[in-house]
């Protein structure tokens, strides 16, 4: 038999992080016994326990410490992190460690280095002359970079839940649902942003073109407007629309302040796209005055930086859109480890790959009426994420009068 010992520090209780540990081990076909325990008997004390983890396949083993890490758990027989060259560009050496989103740091010449740039299923690699660790995706890996490979000198910290009072972003909410209070939550994060922005802290926004269609476009200009938002992230959608409807008054067609379907309004997107087109982008079209108000309007006028991610299906696409997704990525990702909170607004496809690109400590919040985009993003590892159900435009109005009422 295999053993390794492992320890947890922490709320490991409250988070259930030890029972999710003891279930992981048995799912693996590993076993386990108990050494220690210490549990905190006070609010603020932190419970420890340290476990002997056994299986009979040692690659299995592996297997089972490597997920363990995830959960925070550490080995108790402190070693420095493997590192091993990279082979070639975009190439790491097998068994190379998988991150997680979640605070991390390495064991190098008996010192923890944090990680920097946390980020889901990337690598570690350390730069031996300043003795720093960053997260790097595999297509920016190259030949002869030192990536750490195995689990040993890893020590993963998830977000943990205190038995303090019960706050809006504390780990692990409940499960998605829309039969949930829906101004008692945006109050909470209405206050969650005012105190980020007394801090000097950053907002982005991750919208769909359903802000457009439901009239709520003029809420978030405003927002932008205010200094509420620090970085727009979205598609060709957003932006589109939005700037159908400063020109033509319509969104997909249809009158926004009527809600009438009006004659040939179908062909308005593609008229605003050659509009654009005409001025050479959005911020000129703004300057020469064919864009007077709207969302990338107050962008451009409050330099606000926005980052248009484009798709396949994009009709046109305006000229600010990025259509090499690798690069928007990497402009997506610039700004996810630059914020300290994130709203994702009604946009499936975004919002989860935001949600792969932030580390777990950003506060993140995604709206959606429909509860499988939540859903998506928590099976995908983003179960820090506030999942709000609701209609955006019932959310975004009841925001912004929250973020206007006194304290």
């Not at 200009?221 to 205010?226: H, V």
């Not at 859109?321 to 990702?333: C, Y």
Request: proline share 4%; with cysteine; net charge negative.
């Amino acid at each position: 038999m295999n053993k390794r010992t492992i320890e947890l520090i922490g709320h490991i209780i409250d988070s259930l992080i030890l029972p999710k540990v003891m279930d992981l081990i048995m799912d693996k076909g590993g076993d386990f016994d108990i050494l220690e325990f210490e549990v905190g008997k006070r609010k603020s004390d932190i419970s420890k326990a340290k476990i002997i983890v056994s299986a009979d396949d040692p690659e299995n083993l592996d297997t089972i410490l490597v997920e363990l890490s995830n959960l925070g758990a550490s080995v108790s027989e402190l070693k420095n992190a493997v590192l091993v060259r990279s082979p070639k560009d975009k190439v790491a050496p097998e068994g190379f460690y998988s991150t997680s989103h979640h605070p991390t740091h390495i064991l190098y010449e008996g010192n923890w280095i944090s990680v920097e740039n946390i980020e889901m299923d990337c690598l570690i690699v350390l730069d031996e002359d300043t003795k720093t660790a960053k997260c790097v995706p595999i297509a920016d890996l190259k030949s002869g970079d030192l990536i750490v490979v195995g689990h040993e000198g890893i020590k993963v910290t998830p977000p943990q839940r205190s038995r303090g009072k019960k706050q809006m972003f504390e780990f692990m909410n409940s499960d998605v649902s829309s039969e949930k209070p829906l101004l008692t939550i945006v109050k909470g994060i209405a206050e969650e942003i005012k105190e980020i922005k007394h801090n000097g802290g950053k907002i982005a926004i991750v919208g769909g073109p359903a802000i457009v269609h439901t009239g709520s476009a003029p809420i978030l200009a405003n927002l932008i407007k205010e200094g509420y938002v620090d970085v727009l992230m979205a598609g060709n959608a957003l932006a589109t629309h939005d700037i159908e409807g400063d020109i033509y008054g319509t969104s997909l067609g249809v009158d926004l302040k009527s809600g009438e379907v009006v004659a040939h309004g179908h062909t308005h997107h593609m008229r605003a796209i050659n509009k654009i087109n005409n001025a050479g982008s959005i911020k000129n079209a703004v300057e020469d005055g064919t864009l007077k108000s709207g969302i990338m309007y107050e962008c451009v006028k409050n330099k606000v930086p926005y980052v248009l991610a484009g798709s396949i299906r994009d009709d046109g696409p305006l000229p600010d859109v990025i259509t090499d997704t690798a690069v928007s990525q990497k402009l997506m990702r610039k700004y996810a480890q630059e914020v300290d909170m994130v709203i994702m607004i009604a946009t499936m496809l975004h919002s989860i790959a935001t949600g792969n690109l932030l580390p777990s400590k950003v506060k993140s919040i995604c709206v959606d009426i429909n509860p499988a985009t939540v859903t998506k993003l928590s099976d995908r590892g983003s179960a820090q994420v506030l999942s709000v159900v609701t209609d955006i435009g019932a959310f975004l109005p009841v925001l912004y009068d929250a973020l206007h009422e006194e304290s």
